[in-house]
């Protein structure tokens, strides 16, 4: 999976084009993977969506990641599950999909880094790196020095997200993330596929 480019699907932003259109111009745009977040949806829903978007992301390369859903993940063969610190056991996800589905975690500061294991989870999502609107009730943001303390601590590599756009990508890789995760930078813009060149080369640039 490459982490570098990584989108989490906002229903409410992708309203206009829809995600699984804004997901298949990402992807042309160079995003790597894309997760499937839908907080108000339920299980068959997200089946649903989740079967549009491996379709549209056949062939491409591209990993389907399912957030929080394990029945939808499970369901529809993703390429990954990504949970928080509050919705299940990390051991028991990995029961439930298997050893060859990728696992994620969010976590939120050093302790949680601290207690990662490698043996079961494969990457983190740091999150907060900036506030964001598009998460109302999240963490304090850890900036980005806080970042760099978190991913020294982390034991596998390292997404990050909150606020981030191409603009951050210096920073943030410099601090040795993995990649960037992002919402706002790609939904609703009027070219998704253009703003996730824009992000990859950011990237790209920062790792010269």
Known sequence: MDLSAYLVLDPGLCAGLGMVETARAAVAGGVGVVQLLHEQAGTAEMIEIGRALRVALEGTGAALVINDVVAAAVALRADGLHIGQGDMAVKK???????????????ENQAHARAVDPHVVDYVGVSPVFGTPTKSDHAPPVGIDG????VEICPVPAVCIGGLGPQHAGDVIGAGAAGLAVVSAVCGRPDPAAAARALGSAIAEARK
């Open 93 to 107: 996800a990995r029961s439930a999909i298997g050893p060859e589905m990728l696992l994620g975690l969010s976590v």
């Open 147 to 150: 970042l760099r303390r978190i």
